[in-house]
């Protein structure tokens, strides 16, 4: 099937890059050979590569990717200082071990750093790296606005709260590039401590002035009417909100938990199905109305299958030989790549194949003869364009006086003889 561009019409749901991506992270959270976890990082970096536009949003997966850096960073740091609890014959270094009193029992600042220790504090943040980086995927590739308006009417005002949060990210990130930009247009250094801090004003600025036009909007808008409903309906919406998601909760922790994934699924279809109709009798309150619905198609299923897929194999893989998904660090060993998991993680480029395409960029858009004044395109020929020959402007009638009285004095005289 081939992938037309993105439109208003064709664009993918923005609730099925959501169920990819965390599927992805379901699965990431399944497993700790690094293996698997670079395949589930390098997956979701070539879907956004693929598949994101150059909306501000977009921008932020740079940024994710940087922030699990950054978190396997820490990890190893106080793997180091702090000590690692698992027990290990590879002796790196001993650092100067601080004394603490008989009530901090389990905790120690300095000793021994074994091999085992860090490769366990950096399988460890691997995990929570490549769990950030797929969800900054689905933050790159889910348009808030869209995800926000196909919400149902129970959770509109959760779903704005949870957009601007999401949203205030990326936005801060594209005014910190842009503000970069700026300075290095100016002579002006852009990295170091003194420039952020100059960066920092303005990027504070407008956020404020984004609060106070978003505030305004939606108080224009109408924020927050309800409409009346029966004391029965709500009470009954409460008691099946809360139950399903409460069940959500338990069949979650079920499914990713060393055990228990036999009863996880049932309590998680029984609490998603407890929860799907509070929100429908709560949607009752909601007086506002959709202008143009999004629409779930063949795409969509594709895109959110394929995620729940990869996090539904990984989950069965664990199962059925967690030594694979598992490797140990004591004694120290290379972790083996397993291959049917392994493949199961490449079903999550589907969406690098099904998905719409971006837009096309202006760039794109623009002819071979739109570019800029004097740039030449490949091929193209070099001799001088011709100018367009100016319009005459048309004659008048006149009559036989007047052309006789614009005529020269010579000629005049010739025909007077």
Not at 70 to 87: E, K, N, Q, T, W
Not at 331 to 358: D, E, H, I
Not at 402 to 411: D, K, L, N
Request: charge should be positive; charged fraction near 15%; hydrophobic fraction near 45%.
């Amino acid at each position: 099937m081939s992938a037309p561009r993105a439109t208003r019409t064709t664009a993918l749901h923005a609730g099925a890059w959501w169920l990819w991506a965390l599927g992805l992270a379901a699965a990431a959270s399944r497993t700790t050979n690094p293996l698997l976890l670079g395949m589930l990082v390098g997956v979701a970096g070539y879907v956004v590569a693929a598949r994101r536009t150059d909306a501000p949003w977009a921008r932020s997966y740079g940024a994710f990717a940087k922030l699990g850096l950054f978190v396997i960073a820490v990890r190893l740091v106080f793997a180091f200082v702090l000590g690692s609890p698992i027990p290990g014959t590879h002796l790196l270094v001993t650092l100067p071990e601080v004394p603490l009193p008989d009530w901090a029992q389990g905790v120690r600042i300095g000793g021994r750093v074994t091999a085992e220790g860090m490769l366990f504090a950096l399988y460890d943040g691997l995990k929570l790296a490549a769990l950030l980086i797929c969800v900054g995927a689905a933050n790159a590739l889910a348009n808030p606005a869209r995800m926000l308006k196909s919400l149902p009417g129970a959770l509109y005002e959760a779903g704005v709260a949870v957009v601007v949060a999401m949203t205030f990210a990326p936005n801060l990130v594209a005014d910190v590039q842009r503000l970069r930009a700026a300075r290095r247009l100016r002579g002006r250094p852009d990295r170091g401590f003194k420039a952020l801090l100059q960066v920092g004003l303005p990027v504070l600025e407008g956020a404020l002035e984004r609060s106070v036009a978003l505030a305004a909007a939606m108080d224009a808008r109408g924020y927050g009417r309800t409409a009346r409903v029966p004391r029965a309906v709500r009470h009954t919406t409460s008691a099946l909100t809360l139950g399903g998601l409460l069940g959500v909760c338990a069949g979650t922790y079920g499914l990713l938990a060393g055990s228990g994934a036999g009863y996880g699924l049932p309590l998680l279809l029984a609490g998603l199905a407890a929860a799907l109709g509070g929100l429908w009798l709560g949607g009752r309150r909601s007086v506002r109305t959709r202008y143009r619905p999004e629409r779930w198609g063949v795409r969509a299923w594709l895109v959110a299958g394929s995620g729940i897929a990869v996090a539904a194999l990984m989950i069965r893989a664990d199962t059925v030989a967690p030594g694979a998904l598992q490797p140990p660090v004591v004694p120290l060993t290379a972790p083996v790549l397993p291959l049917w998991p392994a493949l199961g993680v490449l079903m999550g480029l589907l969406p690098a194949f099904v998905a719409p395409l971006p837009p096309r960029t202006s760039s794109e858009r623009a002819g071979p003869g739109d570019g800029p004044r004097g740039a030449r395109t490949p091929g193209a020929s070099k001799e001088p364009a011709r100018s367009p020959r100016p319009l005459r402007a048309p004659r008048s009638p006149q009559s036989p006086q007047s052309s006789q009285s614009s005529q020269s004095p010579t000629s005049q005289r010739e025909s007077t003889q």
